[in-house]
């Protein structure tokens, strides 16, 4: 019996998932416990790994396709295993001593068309299933399931499906685009650069509105020796303007990134600062055992504030004079940015292009002034060496976002730093890191 | 064994009748008991023991004495006090040790602790948590060599307790209507818990209730390792020649109480000390020595032997690994 | 044994409970009289019945042989005829060897004599597993008696519930099985003074939560409602239903919950196939509750194996704090 390869359930309230890459084409062989494919939720993305070792056959499911959980998405045959030619019964033959119906079906025989006869596959009709107490919900309410989507195991419908269901049908849509976008998509890989040293790789992931020069000073303070591979976001930097609707595509280009640039090393350590912070977390999640340690400076990701008002201020200012006072709010002191300081970062924004996409960017991650994208649940998941350092004057993020995490991580808390210690303090924060990270 | 003993030869029974060798190794496993037993209660003291234990020492001449011409084919069944039972079996106290530890190289894996030891190879069907549980499977076994035309016999070990339980009226009466080869020992040390045998039991001797089933019974002294030996061998010798089953009441007494929660409110200490005095392995110790079999020297040397032995014993126990979890369900049904 | 605590209530252990109850009974009612094996001097296997011989003599707290079909018998016709036994079983394993009284005599008695004869029996059975005392003393067969008309079958969790429903049985005109968990004997807690009755039947919110039923009976409670504690903290709140009665079976309170919860777990220590779990989930599903459920029900009873010795196995056997945890956690975050 072949194993079937199933479209998992890897977040709480998921009902679907896409199928964003496969790892292995159909006819490969695999190994069990090896990547198999990689699937994105609107809130997660994540790697699944083979179940069982053989051959991939009976791809059902292409990258990109939208997939209920739990649907069988491929099967893989054990080697030597014979591939049947279909999973049915081909010789059900009516009962000889059957009472002979009036109209003589065709009888379907061996040589038969498969696709001719109906199978009782579930993931093709998967049927409807809901808990008790959601059906009695929705009659009571008059709706009717198929319209409900399920978020419970295998896409059960829970009775707050049915309820959330009945809250959105009141509410209206409302969001629309914010003003035209005054730039043009660009396609192609994210922009990587790295420093050659000796030892385990050490990967840079910048926050909003920076990029990976912004690493400079830490870098110093770390010592030449550590080889660092610098990630450029999406219209950051030297990187692509690339067009992308959620923080979980966000996250998919980094993570393509970083199987690049990993490639051919066993394990690399990643530091990731604000909104690289986070998805270095996304990263980690998907790629835990490419990852040695992690280290995360004022992650955003793990709660809902988020001084929305600096992040658009800054990505609409188009002078040093108006760009200052949101400059300011990063660190823990004003007097830390000087007007020569914004001047040259305005300098680095003056492409209207860069500031439109980055704009539109800031209203697609960070929506209404909130942080819709949840990372808790990955940091609780996490096995690996993971640190936290945050400055206790962060008015961008605040610091007691990391309470509520329930996973295991050292948390630094550093005095008399704003949201970018790695400018504040580099030496500070690099000592920090270089005890993480010889753990 | 030699049993062409002169007639006018009157030393006592087991030293005319088994070979200095075999009376050497009947009291290296008298020594085995006792210090098997002493090693347990000293482990269950410091914690190495979960659950209970009931000991035996005290009556070890009738376990010894009892197994003293069975072979490996030949089966026993036991009580929950049968530690000696296994012992004189020929059980390796190692494995025991393991199972009372919990240990997978335990004779029961770890699944059974003291009260349901068995060496299924040695042909002890097991002690046995149910009083009087172990008498119909005794009789079953005898059934099995009667059917099987083999000459085996079964040894079916039980406490004066039991001896009020339907089960053993049941199996006496089977195993006499169909001629069984299975040999009834009672092993009477007096009590049943906190009952004593005058207050539970309708008759004077257990052997009495032999004469209800038609079979022969006797009451011997189960200190005395020569007089069970002689009053088993006779029931074996009847068995085997196709006469059916005898009752062997062996009267003895535990030095220790009942189980390792008992409060000795129910006889004296004086009684307990009275008894102590009749210490079944010195006694058949001197009568080694007096009858020439072996010297101090040589004795003493049997009793090292069986220290080492336990010493050597809980060390494996103790170094054995535990079962594995995932395991628990493990040995319910036959595996394929 | 009349400790106080700081509320100025009065604490006794559940074995101390039991055993007021027991003096209550005997010394309002003449025709109270107990029966089993080592209750007197030695007090019972765990100690319940203690010094109540000292009190009432000996014709009225009679040591019996180790004779359970019998003993249960003699039990059951004196309850026919006048007297109130209380009979205890030293382990409930041992129920099985009378099974023939209990189940085909003392249940049926009054329905096949149409209503005409009366068995007022009380049978005490010290229960369940985690004294390393292995397969034949450990189990938990009280389902094997919801399954028998005619019997009514507790398990109090705690010391008022233990002597409150001992008295309740015997002013009950039928017969009852009280199963006693061996782990509660030294639990203690407050106990009310005099004699009053726990109603037989009726279930108890021992903890009232939204998010989930849990359905536990005798230890199982406990382990339950520390479950129930660890999963506050984490904001799942859970409900503890205390059993109590496993027949008559408290429907309304069950359902009642699982109405309210939409989610319901059933935390048992008998083998889970075949259990009180099934009956209750049937219960559930065959209800109007049935409609509230918004997952699974669960089951979580006890490894489909024998109890075994090991200590880590006998622990891995049945539902402790931990697994309870873990279940309750699943059902309450959607992942059943
Ligand atoms: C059927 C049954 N009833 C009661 C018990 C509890 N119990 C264990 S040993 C014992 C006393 C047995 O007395 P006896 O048969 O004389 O053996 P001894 O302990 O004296 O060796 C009792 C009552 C039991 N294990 N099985
Ligand atoms: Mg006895």
């Given at each position: 019996?072949?194993?079937?390869?199933?479209?998992?359930?890897?977040?709480?309230?998921?009902?679907?998932?896409?199928?964003?890459?496969?790892?292995?084409?159909?006819?490969?062989?695999?190994?069990?416990?090896?990547?198999?494919?990689?699937?994105?939720?609107?809130?997660?993305?994540?790697?699944?790994?083979?179940?069982?070792?053989?051959?991939?056959?009976?791809?059902?499911?292409?990258?990109?396709?939208?997939?209920?959980?739990?649907?069988?998405?491929?099967?893989?045959?054990?080697?030597?295993?014979?591939?049947?030619?279909?999973?049915?019964?081909?010789?059900?033959?009516?009962?000889?001593?059957?009472?002979?119906?009036?109209?003589?079906?065709?009888?379907?025989?061996?040589?038969?068309?498969?696709?001719?006869?109906?199978?009782?596959?579930?993931?093709?009709?998967?049927?409807?299933?809901?808990?008790?107490?959601?059906?009695?919900?929705?009659?009571?309410?008059?709706?009717?399931?198929?319209?409900?989507?399920?978020?419970?195991?295998?896409?059960?419908?829970?009775?707050?499906?049915?309820?959330?269901?009945?809250?959105?049908?009141?509410?209206?849509?409302?969001?629309?685009?914010?003003?035209?976008?005054?730039?043009?998509?660009?396609?192609?890989?994210?922009?990587?650069?790295?420093?050659?040293?000796?030892?385990?790789?050490?990967?840079?992931?910048?926050?909003?509105?920076?990029?990976?020069?912004?690493?400079?000073?830490?870098?110093?303070?770390?010592?030449?020796?550590?080889?660092?591979?610098?990630?450029?976001?999406?219209?950051?930097?030297?990187?692509?303007?690339?067009?992308?609707?959620?923080?979980?595509?966000?996250?998919?280009?980094?993570?393509?990134?970083?199987?690049?640039?990993?490639?051919?090393?066993?394990?690399?350590?990643?530091?990731?600062?604000?909104?690289?912070?986070?998805?270095?977390?996304?990263?980690?999640?998907?790629?835990?055992?490419?990852?040695?340690?992690?280290?995360?400076?004022?992650?955003?990701?793990?709660?809902?504030?988020?001084?929305?008002?600096?992040?658009?201020?800054?990505?609409?200012?188009?002078?040093?004079?108006?760009?200052?006072?949101?400059?300011?709010?990063?660190?823990?002191?004003?007097?830390?940015?000087?007007?020569?300081?914004?001047?040259?970062?305005?300098?680095?924004?003056?492409?209207?292009?860069?500031?439109?996409?980055?704009?539109?960017?800031?209203?697609?991650?960070?929506?209404?002034?909130?942080?819709?994208?949840?990372?808790?649940?990955?940091?609780?998941?996490?096995?690996?060496?993971?640190?936290?350092?945050?400055?206790?004057?962060?008015?961008?993020?605040?610091?007691?976002?990391?309470?509520?995490?329930?996973?295991?991580?050292?948390?630094?808390?550093?005095?008399?730093?704003?949201?970018?210690?790695?400018?504040?303090?580099?030496?500070?924060?690099?000592?920090?890191?270089?005890?993480?990270?010889?753990? | 064994?030699?049993?062409?003993?002169?007639?006018?030869?009157?030393?006592?029974?087991?030293?005319?009748?088994?070979?200095?060798?075999?009376?050497?190794?009947?009291?290296?496993?008298?020594?085995?008991?006792?210090?098997?037993?002493?090693?347990?209660?000293?482990?269950?003291?410091?914690?190495?023991?979960?659950?209970?234990?009931?000991?035996?020492?005290?009556?070890?001449?009738?376990?010894?004495?009892?197994?003293?011409?069975?072979?490996?084919?030949?089966?026993?069944?036991?009580?929950?006090?049968?530690?000696?039972?296994?012992?004189?079996?020929?059980?390796?106290?190692?494995?025991?040790?393991?199972?009372?530890?919990g240990k997978e190289t335990g004779?029961c894996h770890g699944r059974?602790?003291?009260?349901?030891?068995?060496?299924?190879?040695?042909?002890?069907?097991?002690?046995?948590?149910?009083?009087?549980?172990?008498?119909?499977?005794?009789?079953?076994?005898?059934?099995?060599?009667?059917?099987?035309?083999?000459?085996?016999?079964?040894?079916?070990?039980?406490?004066?307790?039991?001896?009020?339980?339907?089960?053993?009226?049941?199996?006496?009466?089977?195993?006499?209507?169909?001629?069984?080869?299975?040999?009834?020992?009672?092993?009477?040390?007096?009590?049943?818990?906190?009952?004593?045998?005058?207050?539970?039991?309708?008759?004077?001797?257990?052997?009495?209730?032999?004469?209800?089933?038609?079979?022969?019974?006797?009451?011997?002294?189960?200190?005395?390792?020569?007089?069970?030996?002689?009053?088993?061998?006779?029931?074996?010798?009847?068995?085997?020649?196709?006469?059916?089953?005898?009752?062997?009441?062996?009267?003895?007494?535990?030095?220790?109480?009942?189980?390792?929660?008992?409060?000795?409110?129910?006889?004296?200490?004086?009684?307990?000390?009275?008894?102590?005095?009749?210490?079944?392995?010195?006694?058949?110790?001197?009568?080694?020595?007096?009858?020439?079999?072996?010297?101090?020297?040589?004795?003493?040397?049997?009793?090292?032997?069986?220290?080492?032995?336990?010493?050597?014993?809980?060390?494996?126990?103790?170094?054995?690994p535990a079962p594995a979890i995932g395991d628990v369900t493990r040995y319910v049904y036959?595996e394929? | 044994?009349?400790?106080?605590?700081?509320?100025?209530?009065?604490?006794?252990?559940?074995?101390?409970?039991?055993?007021?109850?027991?003096?209550?009974?005997?010394?309002?009612?003449?025709?109270?009289?107990?029966?089993?094996?080592?209750?007197?001097?030695?007090?019972?296997?765990?100690?319940?019945?203690?010094?109540?011989?000292?009190?009432?003599?000996?014709?009225?707290?009679?040591?019996?042989?180790?004779?359970?079909?019998?003993?249960?018998?003699?039990?059951?016709?004196?309850?026919?005829?006048?007297?109130?036994?209380?009979?205890?079983?030293?382990?409930?394993?041992?129920?099985?060897?009378?099974?023939?009284?209990?189940?085909?005599?003392?249940?049926?008695?009054?329905?096949?004599?149409?209503?005409?004869?009366?068995?007022?029996?009380?049978?005490?059975?010290?229960?369940?597993?985690?004294?390393?005392?292995?397969?034949?003393?450990?189990?938990?067969?009280?389902?094997?008696?919801?399954?028998?008309?005619?019997?009514?079958?507790?398990?109090?969790?705690?010391?008022?519930?233990?002597?409150?429903?001992?008295?309740?049985?015997?002013?009950?005109?039928?017969?009852?099985?009280?199963?006693?968990?061996?782990?509660?004997?030294?639990?203690?807690?407050?106990?009310?003074?005099?004699?009053?009755?726990?109603?037989?039947?009726?279930?108890?919110?021992?903890?009232?939560?939204?998010?989930?039923?849990?359905?536990?009976?005798?230890?199982?409670?406990?382990?339950?409602?520390?479950?129930?504690?660890?999963?506050?903290?984490?904001?799942?709140?859970?409900?503890?239903?205390?059993?109590?009665?496993?027949?008559?079976?408290?429907?309304?309170?069950?359902?009642?919950?699982?109405?309210?919860?939409?989610?319901?777990?059933?935390?048992?220590?008998?083998?889970?196939?075949?259990?009180?779990?099934?009956?209750?989930?049937?219960?559930?599903?065959?209800?109007?509750?049935?409609?509230?459920?918004?997952?699974?029900?669960?089951?979580?009873?006890?490894a489909d194996a024998p109890?075994p010795y090991n200590?880590d196995l006998e622990r891995a056997a049945?539902?402790?704090?931990?697994?309870?945890?873990?279940?309750?956690?699943?059902?309450?975050?959607?992942?059943?």
């Amino acid at each position: 019996m072949p194993v079937e390869v199933i479209l998992p359930k890897v977040d709480m309230d998921m009902s679907h998932g896409k199928l964003a890459t496969w790892h292995v084409a159909e006819g490969e062989t695999v190994a069990k416990g090896a990547p198999l494919f990689d699937i994105e939720t609107d809130k997660a993305a994540m790697e699944v790994e083979s179940p069982a070792s053989g051959r991939l056959l009976s791809v059902t499911a292409q990258p990109g396709d939208m997939v209920a959980v739990g649907t069988v998405v491929a099967l893989i045959y054990a080697e030597g295993e014979t591939v049947a030619e279909t999973p049915i019964q081909t010789t059900a033959a009516p009962e000889p001593e059957a009472p002979v119906a009036k109209t003589v079906e065709p009888v379907p025989t061996a040589t038969a068309h498969p696709a001719a006869i109906p199978q009782a596959d579930p993931a093709v009709a998967p049927g409807l299933r809901a808990t008790p107490a959601a059906r009695a919900a929705a009659r009571a309410s008059g709706i009717t399931l198929e319209e409900v989507p399920g978020t419970g195991p295998r896409g059960r419908i829970q009775r707050d499906d049915v309820a959330a269901f009945l809250a959105h049908r009141v509410e209206a849509p409302a969001l629309a685009s914010p003003g035209a976008g005054a730039w043009s998509a660009q396609p192609g890989p994210l922009h990587v650069s790295s420093r050659k040293g000796t030892g385990v790789p050490l990967v840079l992931i910048h926050g909003f509105t920076a990029d990976s020069q912004s690493w400079a000073p830490l870098e110093k303070a770390l010592g030449a020796d550590r080889p660092l591979i610098r990630i450029d976001l999406p219209g950051h930097g030297r990187s692509p303007r690339r067009r992308l609707g959620s923080f979980a595509e966000l996250a998919r280009m980094v993570v393509e990134a970083l199987d690049d640039v990993t490639r051919g090393h066993d394990k690399v350590d990643l530091l990731g600062h604000s909104l690289g912070g986070a998805l270095a977390l996304a990263a980690a999640d998907i790629r835990a055992r490419r990852i040695r340690s992690l280290a995360l400076i004022a992650p955003a990701g793990l709660g809902p504030e988020i001084d929305a008002q600096a992040l658009t201020g800054i990505t609409r200012a188009t002078r040093a004079e108006s760009l200052a006072p949101w400059l300011r709010r990063l660190t823990a002191t004003p007097d830390g940015i000087s007007d020569d300081y914004a001047r040259a970062a305005m300098r680095l924004r003056a492409d209207p292009a860069l500031r439109a996409f980055q704009a539109e960017l800031a209203e697609i991650l960070f929506p209404d002034g909130v942080q819709p994208f949840d990372l808790r649940p990955a940091l609780s998941r996490l096995e690996i060496p993971t640190a936290i350092l945050w400055g206790r004057s962060d008015h961008i993020l605040p610091w007691r976002q990391a309470l509520s995490i329930t996973g295991d991580f050292a948390l630094h808390l550093l005095a008399d730093a704003g949201h970018v210690p790695q400018l504040e303090c580099p030496d500070r924060v690099a000592r920090i890191l270089v005890r993480h990270l010889l753990m | 064994m030699t049993s062409d003993a002169p007639a006018t030869d009157n030393r006592p029974f087991a030293i005319r009748t088994y070979a200095p060798a075999q009376l050497r190794e009947a009291l290296r496993r008298m020594y085995l008991i006792r210090r098997f037993e002493e090693g347990a209660e000293d482990s269950y003291m410091r914690g190495l023991i979960h659950g209970t234990m009931h000991l035996s020492i005290g009556q070890e001449a009738s376990a010894m004495a009892t197994c003293m011409e069975l072979t490996d084919a030949d089966k026993i069944t036991s009580t929950h006090r049968g530690h000696g039972h296994c012992i004189a079996k020929g059980a390796d106290v190692g494995r025991m040790f393991a199972e009372f530890f919990g240990k997978e190289t335990g004779y029961c894996h770890g699944r059974g602790g003291s009260m349901h030891i068995a060496d299924v190879r040695t042909g002890n069907l097991g002690a046995n948590g149910i009083v009087g549980g172990g008498l119909p499977i005794a009789v079953g076994a005898a059934l099995t060599a009667k059917r099987l035309g083999r000459d085996d016999v079964t040894v079916c070990f039980f406490g004066d307790g039991a001896n009020n339980e339907g089960a053993f009226h049941e199996a006496l009466n089977m195993a006499s209507v169909w001629k069984l080869p299975v040999i009834f020992v009672c092993e009477n040390n007096g009590y049943g818990m906190s009952t004593a045998v005058t207050r539970s039991t309708a008759v004077r001797h257990i052997a009495d209730r032999a004469s209800a089933y038609s079979m022969p019974g006797i009451t011997v002294d189960g200190n005395d390792f020569s007089a069970v030996a002689e009053a088993v061998h006779a029931a074996i010798v009847r068995a085997r020649a196709g006469d059916g089953p005898s009752l062997v009441e062996n009267v003895t007494y535990r030095w220790r109480g009942h189980s390792k929660s008992d409060r000795n409110r129910y006889r004296t200490k004086e009684e307990i000390e009275e008894w102590m005095t009749r210490d079944p392995i010195a006694r058949f110790r001197s009568e080694l020595i007096a009858h020439g079999i072996l010297d101090e020297a040589a004795a003493d040397a049997v009793a090292a032997e069986a220290m080492a032995e336990v010493e050597a014993g809980i060390a494996f126990a103790k170094s054995s690994p535990a079962p594995a979890i995932g395991d628990v369900t493990r040995y319910v049904y036959a595996e394929n | 044994m009349n400790a106080m605590t700081e509320t100025g209530l009065r604490v006794l252990s559940y074995s101390e409970a039991i055993r007021e109850a027991m003096a209550i009974a005997m010394e309002n009612d003449p025709t109270v009289i107990l029966m089993g094996e080592d209750i007197g001097v030695y007090g019972g296997a765990f100690q319940v019945t203690l010094d109540l011989v000292d009190r009432f003599g000996p014709d009225r707290v009679m040591d019996t042989p180790i004779s359970e079909l019998g003993g249960a018998g003699v039990a059951v016709g004196a309850a026919l005829t006048g007297l109130k036994p209380i009979y205890e079983f030293q382990f409930s394993d041992f129920a099985m060897l009378a099974m023939e009284q209990i189940v085909n005599q003392a249940a049926k008695l009054r329905y096949m004599l149409g209503g005409e004869a009366s068995v007022p029996v009380v049978f005490r059975l010290p229960a369940g597993s985690g004294t390393g005392a292995a397969a034949q003393h450990s189990q938990s067969i009280e389902a094997w008696f919801g399954h028998v008309p005619g019997l009514k079958v507790l398990q109090p969790a705690t010391p008022e519930d233990a002597k409150g429903m001992l008295l309740s049985a015997l002013a009950d005109p039928d017969p009852v099985m009280i199963f006693e968990h061996k782990l509660l004997y030294k639990m203690k807690g407050h106990v009310p003074e005099g004699s009053y009755l726990t109603p037989i039947g009726k279930a108890l919110v021992r903890r009232s939560g939204t998010d989930l039923t849990i359905v536990a009976g005798s230890i199982m409670v406990h382990r339950a409602l520390e479950a129930a504690e660890r999963l506050a903290a984490e904001g799942i709140s859970a409900e503890v239903i205390d059993l109590r009665s496993i027949r008559p079976i408290d429907a309304e309170t069950i359902l009642a919950s699982v109405r309210k919860t939409g989610r319901l777990m059933v935390v048992y220590e008998g083998v889970k196939a075949f259990g009180v779990g099934a009956e209750i989930s049937a219960m559930v599903a065959e209800s109007d509750a049935f409609d509230h459920l918004d997952a699974p029900i669960l089951r979580l009873g006890a490894a489909d194996a024998p109890v075994p010795y090991n200590p880590d196995l006998e622990r891995a056997a049945v539902p402790q704090v931990e697994t309870i945890e873990a279940a309750a956690r699943r059902l309450a975050r959607r992942e059943v």
